[in-house]
């Protein structure tokens, strides 16, 4: 257990972000702007994209344009945005696997001024509508049954 985490937080729910969920490389990013749905916040944008393969995983990817600013005042931008994501990712974490395997989203700065406050409430919001976006899709597309479930 790191410092500042409580004990008494069951281990599937503290607020880690691995390695492993970040999104990188170049390939993957250009996917995910070729065909991608983007949803816009007051400080944050989310650009997402749904893959139907099965060996894509669920990766977060963090943007913050050299438009911007300098590089100072980005990395501190990137850095206030994972961490927003990383206190506030249950939303997206705690749904059904089959729902969200294959999403690879960005959180994408809007400007070079956010308060991680802010882009905590963003992606409070934003994780919300595409929660709903993905239950929508994930009803309206015919899985089969998982054992166990009453539909």
């Known amino acids: ?6 004990s ?21 990013f ?9 949803l816009r916040g007051q400080v944050l944008n989310l650009r997402y994209r749904l893959y139907g393969e099965e060996d894509e995983r669920f990766l977060v990817g963090f943007i913050v344009r050299k438009a911007l600013g300098k ?9 206030r945005i994972r961490e927003a994501w990383r206190l506030h990712q249950h939303p997206l974490l705690d749904l059904d696997p089959v729902v969200r395997k294959g999403l690879h989203m960005a959180w994408m700065a809007r400007r070079i001024d956010l308060t ?10 934003l994780s919300e509508r595409l ?10 597309t015919p899985f089969p049954a998982r054992p166990g479930k009453n539909t």
Request: hydrophobic letters at 30%.
């Open 131 to 140: 929660t709903d976006r993905l239950h929508q899709l994930h009803s309206s």
């Open 30 to 38: 250009q996917r995910l702007f070729d065909d991608s749905v983007l």
């Open 1 to 6: 257990m790191s410092l500042g985490e409580p």
């Open 71 to 79: 590089a100072v005042d980005r990395n501190r931008a990137r850095r």
């Open 116 to 125: 991680t406050t802010q882009a905590a409430q963003d992606i409070r919001q």
């Open 8 to 28: 008494n937080i069951p281990s599937s729910r503290k607020n880690r972000l691995p390695k492993s969920r970040i999104l990188r490389g170049k390939r993957n």
